[in-house]
């Protein structure tokens, strides 16, 4: 795998790679590598000549300085496992090079970036947004993938491309969960061994409204939830809503119609994980 950690030096690779006529596909992360990220790259590999990843910890999206400090940064292990899976290269670079002048560029996504995560970091999709148009900019891939977990940074993502009119294809992937249903993430590291066994709680909760649909209205189900979770030790339901799959807007009635999921955040202790079920 060729590890690139300059723009210019990027360009030169796709560029002859895009001379060959071969198509791109690019995985985006943020490093602390699982087999949700590794899912993406075999999806991307499948689909594609060549498979880009890259790896940022990118320090605009964080709207709390702790969360950054201890973001995980297993780099030597992250490279063994894209070079085990077969991705082709990974761009790596400093802030100093995605950053090089200071960042002014503002993204409005009207009601998208309000709510859920966007109510709760205010700044973090905007960050989101610079850094996955610089990627884009850079590594002008055919497809990009993006997993579900984050699954309003995926609408937002889907929508900076259609409304910037990017000749990129955005595929969403599937959540990737453990046995007992604990959504993967690079923060379960930071779980302590209680918390770890409290946390598939998530899920479970997530996939009783979904269970139980319809057989109470939406607010009783949000509220049901919010309270069987924050009954937990160290647990606290930062947001729970039940909302439509494509505006992110609160649903008020069960509708089939339209598409919906339930979308949660939870602290459990100092940790902040995010989860979501689609609902029909
Ligand atoms: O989902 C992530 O890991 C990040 O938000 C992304 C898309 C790599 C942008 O920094």
């Known amino acids: 795998m060729k590890i690139l950690n300059s723009v210019a030096d990027v360009k030169t690779y796709i560029s002859t790679i895009k001379a060959l006529g071969r198509s791109i596909g690019f995985v985006p992360t943020m490093g602390a590598l699982h087999e949700g990220h590794l899912s993406l790259i075999i999806r991307a590999h499948e689909d594609n000549d060549i498979t880009v990843a890259s790896i940022f910890v990118n320090p605009i999206q964080f709207n709390n300085k702790t969360d950054l400090a201890k973001y995980p940064r297993p780099i030597e292990k992250d490279i063994q496992k894209l070079e085990e899976i077969g991705c082709d290269m990974l761009f790596y670079p400093t802030v100093e090079e995605m950053y090089p002048e200071p960042v002014f560029d503002k993204y409005d996504f009207g009601q998208l970036d309000k709510v859920m995560e966007g109510k709760f970091r205010p700044g973090h ?5 610079v850094v996955v148009r610089r990627l884009f900019d850079i590594v002008t891939p055919d497809k990009a993938y993006f997993g579900m977990k984050d699954y309003q940074q995926l609408r937002i993502i889907q929508t900076m491309v259609s409304t910037l009119k990017l000749p990129i294809e955005i595929i969403p992937c599937p959540i990737i969960r453990e046995k007992d249903g604990l959504a993967l993430s690079s923060r379960n590291v930071r779980l302590t061994k ?15 409204i979904k269970d139980n649909a319809r057989k109470t209205t939406v607010e009783e189900a949000e509220n049901w939830a919010i309270s069987k979770l924050n009954k937990y030790d160290e647990m606290f339901v930062e947001y729970l809503s039940i909302v439509d799959s494509e505006t992110l807007l609160p649903i008020k009635d069960w509708d089939s119609t339209r598409s919906c999921l339930a979308c949660v955040a939870v602290f459990l202790g100092e940790v902040r994980l995010i989860d979501n079920v689609m609902i029909f």
């Open 125 to 129: 999709f905007n960050g989101v947004a």
């Open 194 to 208: 209680k918390q770890r066994s409290i946390a598939p709680a998530i899920f479970k909760v997530l996939s009783e």
